[in-house]
Every structure is written in structure tokens, then in C-alpha cells.
């Protein structure tokens, strides 16, 4: 397995409080490399928090469980250590951060995590080639990293940073969500781009709508804090027609089956 | 992490094999009285009107008061400061001619170097003289003079006295009065009319002793429509006890002409840096300050330009940087006075590991300075949650067809900032770097080739140093 999350609970840092506050539950998770993962759930469910956790966002402290990667846990890794890794995630509302120019940071970046394997001048043609295929002028590295890009600009940045940065399991935290059709296939061709390239993908999303440009190899209802039900992409689809009433939240699991798509 | 390793390794050398162990040809003692100041004169044969001018300084030092605003100065004992304190080293415009140890820390903060590469002259001063002193041959045809305040004392006594201590005089205020009483080398640069150096000047500073003060003293001269770039250098190595330095720097920008005064203040951090910078800009005249605060203990220095002809121009922009314990209190002053006059403030600071910016700022368009257009922008970031940034500009308008701007911003580098650039890959140290440099970098730009490498390494150091 690439990626294990084992009975994982977290909490905010800041709450003392233990029980209540929880906001991840004994979440399961298992991705093999190369397969692509759907998480599906309502708004406050904890989906971005599973991200932010994966990730090791001090905002959030695991109480209990493991996650492993590659077969060792990470718990005790630091964020950028996690990223050294191969683990990336991209950001629902990516921050802004004056002053640091986008191909600064990709430059940055792509050194630090691949060292000296390409000579600048083919990252920078590299870095083009990916602003063309999102579509947007190549101006748009020049600029300073998602200070005043629109919703779509935004999206569009962090999907280009992941192709550049070629991590071996992206998260997407919602990436589909405030784009228009145009944007969202742009942006769902470069996810499959970089499945091509091998990557695992753990996509998080309120819509099936993304689901309609890609192969994905599970989906997951994601309810109050854990994963409450598995299937495939018909899973997807079911939960946007009759939403998520048909797991049962509070209970865990509804009269489905927990696993369809055994 | 390996880049951060070895800038700490510098940073280390910088700290303790700068120290400079000279034995100095004279040291007169601490304390402040009319006995030491007729020692400092004769010690340099001066003629009588500026040992008069010293003793004229002292007495309007001895009834000035304290200023009651700017950094806490109740650990700076002035009757503790050695004033004066004269290097075993005959001044010489031939490195090969200066003292080995003391050469050798300024090859350290390649100055040699720099003079050879991309320097039209260059003045270094080691504690309280300047030892050396060099401009091309081929500038100093064109008329351009570069000396030490002393040496203009006996060579061009008639004009010197048309623009020593008349910008900044000695009734001023308590530390031009202590200035002007005590002050020992620095520069005196004069450009004739239309001459236009091609490449910057520079003097650089450094100090070699414990518990010393440095009292330097700089007047440029850029005749009508000449154009010059000059750059000011200084750092220590640190001691247990404190150190002081009261510059002053008079500029006097003619018609037509430009004047660019490059500062990068990297003093140790046991120095109060207590400046005064002042300029003066005839019609059409274009004043540009350039500052770099980033080393001493405390700091108080606001650069100003008097914009006295119509058309004339002053900008201002400065980055301070307050570490741990450091408290940097900087600013800037322009007063309008002729008409169509324009100006330009872009002050940033930073402060992180508990330091203390602070901006003060004056901007004044007096009644008859008509059609002047001014901007004041002054913004703080924190690094973190221990450090302070204040900003008090002041504004005064005093006619009604005059169009000013003000902006002023204190932010905070945020975690989920951090956050981001780490989940990128970047360290902790690697992204607050990353951010602090894109802060800087409208200074960066104004700055030539290599001091922009130094700016940036610097901040690197000061990060490092600051995080831990």
C-alpha cells in the first residue's frame, strides 16, 4: 500500500476537550500506488480536515491510529518532511502569500523535493508548457501566488503545481468545486495528465460531477468523521441523486451494503 | 537545510574572527569634558576655528536635554564611551600600506575586492580615522573630490566651512551637538558641475573596540547637473559592552543634479545607532535615500530631504530589521517647499524573534510648495507572535492644491502561509525566507548586483539566527 489510515481520531490542536471534539473518528483508508480514490461527504463532515491531517497541518493533533506511508508511519513527520516524501495536497482556498512569485515557489519547491535532476532552463520551459495547458498566459508565473487570482485562477494554480512537483499521492481538497464546465475539464484533464504519470490521487469532493472526465478505482461516503461507506463510481453518482440520506450519519452505517463494490 | 548550515557558519565567522586585535596608536579615556575634546583637536593639528567649532558643540551639548522619544537609552552611559581612538595605521590610498590585521578584516567584507570590480573610489575608516582613501585616477582628472572630513579640514578649509554642520548644526539637538563636538573622520565628497560618475563610491566602517564610539562625519556635494551614487557600509564584531555611533551626513543636491545615498547598516548588536541624515535639493534636483537597517542594538536614524527648488524630487526607501532584542526605530522626513516638488516614501520593516520596529515619519508640504505631489507608504510585517510593529507618520498640508497619498500596513505572517509552503516541500526557516525576500524586494532592486546578494543573505542569517 501506498497510503494506510488506520482508525485514525483527530482533533483541533487548540481544544483541550477530548470526545466531543473529535473531528476525525476512526477513519479506514487504504490506497495502493497508482489508484485513484474518491472521498464523497457533507459540508463539516471532516473531509478537508482527513486532508490537512494526512498532510500533518499542526492546526490538528491525531489522538489515536496510524497512518502509514509506504509502510511507515508518519505521524511523527513534519509537514515538509511529508511532502520529501512524495505527499502533496492541494488547497481548497489556496492562501495568498505577497511577495513570493509562483515560479519562485515551483523553482523552490521542485529543488528542494528533486534536487538538481534538471537544469532551469528545462524547468522553465517545463513551467510554461504546464501554464499553456491550463490554459492562462504566461504571465500568470510572474505573478504573486494566488494574490488576487480568481476562483478559477486559484484552481487552476494548484493543479499546475502538482503536475510540476510530481508527488506520488495528491490530495485533492476540493479542486472541482467553484469552477465553471470549461475550467473543470481543463482542470480534470490534468488529473488524469498525472495519473498518467503513476501518481495516486485521493480526490475530496461535494459533486459527482468531476467523476464524469475520470477512472476512479473507489469511492468512499464520507460521514461525521469517517468513511461510512465504500463503492464504486455508480456510489458516486447514487449519493448525488438521493444525497447522503442514504448512510445514516450518526449510526455509521444505513441498510446498504458497507462495501458495494465487493 | 544545508544552505542554512553554512550561512550560520558564516555568520559565526563574522562574529568573532572579525574581531580586529590592533594595538591603537592612542585611546584617550572615557568621559566627556572640554580637557578631551582639546586632546581630540590637538591630536589631529587642527586650526583654531574647528577646535572652537568642537568646544562651541560641546558647550551647546552640555545644555541640550535629552530627546524624550525614540528607543530607551538608559544603558548608553555617554562619560562610559571612549570617544576617541586612533588606529596604529597612516591613512594611504594603497591597501599594500595598510596594517595586516586590519586589512585582513577588510578583505573579510571584501572591500578590496569590491573596489576592484565595480567601485569608482572607495574610503574605509577603522575606529575613530579613515586609513584609507582611493578614487581612479581618471575621476579625480574630472575634478571629483573624495577625502576624509580631515584632510578637507587643511585642503579645503574655505570650502568646507560653506557646508559643514550647516544642514545638520550642532544646536539640532543633543546628539549633533555631541556630534559636532566629538566628530572624527568620514567623508567628504564633492562632484564638479555636469560630472556624472559612472560607477558608485563607497566608504565602509568598521570598529575595532570595546566600548568605543564612532562619530563620523559625511558631506557630499553634487555641484549643478552631476550625478553620483554613493554607499555607505558599516558592521563591528560584537562586544559585551556597549558601543555607539552618532554619524551625521550632510548632502547637498544642486540644480539639476542627482544624488543617490546607498546605506546598509550592519552594526553588531551591543551598538546604539544614533544617525542623522540630512539633504538639501536645489531645482530640479533628484534626492534618493536607499537604507538597509539590519544590525545594532538600538537605532534611531529618519534620513531627510529638504525639497527647496521647484521640480526637485526626493524618494525614500528603506527595509529595517528587528531580531531578537533589537529595537529599530526608523523613519523618514521630507519637507516641501518649492512648487511642482515631489516625493516618495516606501518604508519597510520586519521584525521577528521579539524585535521591535518602529516607524516615525514626517511629511510636511508647506503653503508655498504649490502642485506637490507626495506618498507615504510604510508597511510592518511580523514574523511571528513575540515581535512589534508600530508605524506614527505624521502628515501637514498647509496649502490646498497639493495631492498626498498614505498607506500603511502591518500584517503578520500567518501559519496556514507557512503551512502551505511546507506541504510544497519548503522548511519552516526555507518559507518565512521566501516570504521576508519577496517583502524586501522593492529595496532589493534598488540596490547594485552585489549588495542585493548581501541584502539576501543577511536575511537569511537574521531568519536563521531568529528562528533557532
Given at each position: 500500500?501506498?497510503l494506510e489510515?488506520k482508525d485514525?481520531?483527530a482533533?483541533?490542536s ?11 473518528k476512526?477513519?479506514?483508508l487504504?490506497?495502493?500506488p497508482?489508484e ?6 457533507p459540508n ?6 482527513l ?6 497541518n ?5 489522538v489515536s ?5 509506504e ?5 511523527n513527520?513534519r509537514t ?5 516524501k ?6 481548497q482556498?489556496?492562501?495568498e ?12 519547491a ?9 537544469t ?5 520551459k ?8 491550463v490554459v492562462?498566459p504566461?504571465?500568470f508565473?510572474?505573478?504573486f501566488?494566488?494574490l ?7 484552481k487552476?494554480?494548484?493543479?499546475l503545481q ?14 472541482d468545486?467553484g ?7 481543463i482542470?480534470?484533464s490534468?488529473i ?8 495516486s ?5 461535494h ?16 460521514v ?7 463503492g464504486?463510481k455508480?456510489l458516486?453518482y447514487?449519493?448525488?441523486e ?11 452505517v ?5 462495501d458495494?463494490?465487493? | 537545510?544545508e544552505?542554512n548550515?553554512l550561512?550560520y557558519?558564516?555568520k ?8 580586529v586585535?590592533?594595538k ?7 568621559g ?29 551639548f ?6 524624550n ?11 562610559k564611551i571612549?570617544?576617541y581612538?586612533?588606529p596604529?595605521a ?11 590585521e586590519?586589512?585582513v578584516a ?21 575606529d575613530?580615522e579613515?586609513?584609507?582613501?582611493n ?6 582628472k ?11 579640514v ?7 566651512k ?27 565628497l564633492?562632484?564638479p558641475?555636469?560630472?556624472k560618475v559612472?560607477?558608485p563610491?563607497?566608504?565602509?566602517f ?5 566600548g ?17 551614487t554613493?554607499?555607505?557600509?558599516c558592521?563591528a ?6 558601543n555607539l555611533h ?9 540644480k539639476?543634479?542627482?544624488l543617490k545615498y546607498?546605506t546598509?547598516?550592519n ?7 544614533l544617525?542623522i ?10 534626492m534618493?535615500?536607499?537604507s538597509?537597517?539590519?544590525g ?6 529618519y534620513?531627510?530631504?529638504i525639497?527647496?527648488g521647484?521640480?526637485s524630487?526626493s ?6 530589521f528587528?531580531?531578537p532584542?533589537q529595537?529599530?526605530?526608523?523613519g523618514?522626513k ?25 516607524y516615525?515619519g514626517l ?8 502642485n506637490?505631489?507626495?506618498?507615504v507608504?510604510c508597511?510592518?510585517?511580523?514574523i511571528?507572535?513575540?515581535?512589534k510593529s508600530?508605524t ?7 496649502n490646498a ?8 500596513k502591518i ?11 511546507m506541504s510544497?516541500?519548503?522548511?519552516e526557516?526555507e518559507?518565512k ?6 517583502f524586501?524586494q ?5 540596490l547594485?548586483?552585489?549588495y ?6 543577511l ?10
Amino acid at each position: 500500500m501506498l497510503l494506510e489510515v488506520k482508525d485514525l481520531y483527530a482533533k483541533l490542536s487548540e481544544n483541550e476537550e477530548e470526545a466531543e471534539k473529535m473531528i476525525l473518528k476512526g477513519v479506514d483508508l487504504a490506497i495502493a500506488p497508482g489508484e485513484v480514490h474518491v472521498i464523497m461527504g457533507p459540508n463539516g463532515s471532516g473531509k478537508s480536515t482527513l486532508a490537512n491531517v494526512i498532510m500533518g497541518n499542526p492546526r490538528y493533533t491525531v489522538v489515536s491510529g496510524d497512518i502509514l506511508f509506504e509502510g511507515e508511519s508518519i505521524l511523527n513527520l513534519r509537514t515538509d518532511e511529508r511532502a520529501q516524501k512524495g505527499i502533496m495536497m492541494t488547497f481548497q482556498n489556496p492562501y495568498e502569500i505577497e511577495g513570493v512569485k509562483l515560479d519562485q515557489l515551483l523553482l523552490t519547491a521542485y529543488r528542494k523535493l528533486h534536487g538538481e535532476d534538471k537544469t532551469f532552463f528545462q524547468l522553465d520551459k517545463e513551467m510554461k508548457k504546464l501554464v499553456d495547458d491550463v490554459v492562462l498566459p504566461h504571465e500568470f508565473l510572474e505573478r504573486f501566488v494566488n494574490l488576487g487570482f480568481s476562483g478559477g485562477e486559484r484552481k487552476k494554480g494548484e493543479i499546475l503545481q502538482a503536475r510540476f512537483l510530481r508527488p506520488k499521492l495528491l490530495i485533492l481538497d476540493e479542486i472541482d468545486s467553484g469552477l465553471d464546465v470549461d475550467a473543470l475539464r481543463i482542470v480534470a484533464s490534468q488529473i488524469n495528465e498525472i495519473k498518467k504519470e503513476g501518481t495516486s490521487l485521493l480526490i475530496i469532493t461535494h459533486y459527482a460531477r468531476i467523476l464524469n472526465y475520470l477512472d476512479v478505482d473507489k469511492v468512499h461516503v464520507y460521514v461525521s468523521g469517517k468513511v461510512a461507506m465504500t463503492g464504486d463510481k455508480n456510489l458516486a453518482y447514487e449519493v448525488e441523486e438521493t444525497g447522503y440520506a442514504i448512510v445514516n450519519g450518526e449510526n455509521g452505517v444505513s441498510d446498504l451494503s458497507k462495501d458495494s463494490s465487493k | 537545510m544545508e544552505l542554512n548550515e553554512l550561512l550560520y557558519e558564516l555568520k559565526k565567522k563574522e562574529e568573532f574572527e572579525l574581531k580586529v586585535d590592533v594595538k591603537p596608536e592612542m585611546k584617550l579615556p572615557a568621559g566627556l569634558n572640554k580637557e578631551l575634546i582639546y586632546e581630540i583637536s590637538a591630536a589631529k593639528n587642527e586650526p583654531a576655528w574647528m577646535t572652537e567649532h568642537r568646544i562651541k558643540s560641546f558647550e551647546i551639548f552640555e545644555k541640550w536635554h535629552e530627546p524624550n522619544w525614540g528607543v530607551e537609552r538608559d544603558e548608553l552611559n555617554l562619560s562610559k564611551i571612549v570617544p576617541y581612538v586612533k588606529p596604529n595605521a597612516k591613512k594611504t590610498n594603497n591597501w599594500e600600506e595598510v596594517p595586516q590585521e586590519i586589512k585582513v578584516a577588510f578583505d573579510k567584507l571584501g572591500i578590496p575586492e569590491a573596489e576592484r570590480k565595480y567601485l569608482a573610489g572607495v574610503g574605509a575608516q577603522f575606529d575613530s580615522e579613515m586609513i584609507y582613501k582611493n578614487i581612479k585616477e581618471e575621476l579625480k582628472k574630472l575634478g571629483i573630490i573624495f577625502i576624509d572630513i580631515e584632510t578637507a579640514v587643511k585642503e579645503y578649509p574655505d570650502l568646507l566651512k560653506q557646508y559643514f554642520m550647516k544642514l545638520v548644526p550642532p544646536t539640532d539637538n543633543k546628539y549633533a551637538a555631541l556630534h559636532g563636538a566629538l566628530w572624527s573622520g568620514g567623508t567628504f565628497l564633492y562632484v564638479p558641475k555636469g560630472v556624472k560618475v559612472p560607477l558608485p563610491l563607497q566608504s565602509y566602517f568598521l570598529f575595532g573596540n570595546p566600548g568605543g564610539g564612532q562619530f563620523e562625519h559625511t558631506v557630499i556635494i553634487a555641484d549643478e547637473g552631476s550625478e553620483v551614487t554613493y554607499i555607505e557600509g558599516c558592521t563591528a564584531p560584537k562586544y559585551d559592552v556597549v558601543n555607539l555611533h552618532v554619524g551625521t551626513v550632510e548632502v547637498y543636491v544642486n540644480k539639476g543634479a542627482k544624488l543617490k545615498y546607498l546605506t546598509m547598516q550592519n552594526w553588531s548588536k551591543n551598538m546604539f545607532n544614533l544617525e542623522i541624515k540630512r539633504a538639501i535639493a536645489e531645482e530640479d534636483a533628484v534626492m534618493t535615500w536607499v537604507s538597509g537597517s539590519f544590525g545594532s542594538y538600538k537605532t534611531m536614524v529618519y534620513p531627510a530631504t529638504i525639497l527647496k527648488g521647484d521640480n526637485s524630487v526626493s524618494d525614500n526607501i528603506s527595509i529595517s530589521f528587528a531580531g531578537p532584542g533589537q529595537h529599530i526605530d526608523t523613519g523618514s522626513k521630507v519637507i516641501h517647499i518649492g512648487k511642482n516638488t515631489r516625493s516618495t516614501v516606501d518604508a519597510r520593516s520586519i521584525s521577528i524573534g521579539g524585535g521591535w520596529s518602529f516607524y516615525r515619519g514626517l511629511l510636511k508640504i508647506g503653503e508655498k510648495a504649490e502642485n506637490s505631489k507626495a506618498s507615504v507608504s510604510c508597511t510592518g510585517l511580523m514574523i511571528d507572535n513575540k515581535s512589534k510593529s508600530d508605524t506614527v507618520p505624521i502628515i501637514e498640508v498647509l496649502n490646498a492644491n497639493s495631492d498626498v497619498g498614505h498607506e500603511a500596513k502591518i500584517g503578520r505572517i500567518k501559519d496556514e502561509q507557512i503551512f502551505y509552503l511546507m506541504s510544497r516541500g519548503l522548511s519552516e526557516l526555507e518559507a518565512k525566507g521566501l516570504i521576508v525576500k519577496g517583502f524586501i524586494q522593492p529595496v532589493v532592486q534598488e540596490l547594485p548586483f552585489e549588495y542585493a546578494i548581501e541584502l539576501n543573505r543577511l536575511v537569511d542569517m537574521e531568519i536563521e539566527s531568529s528562528i533557532g
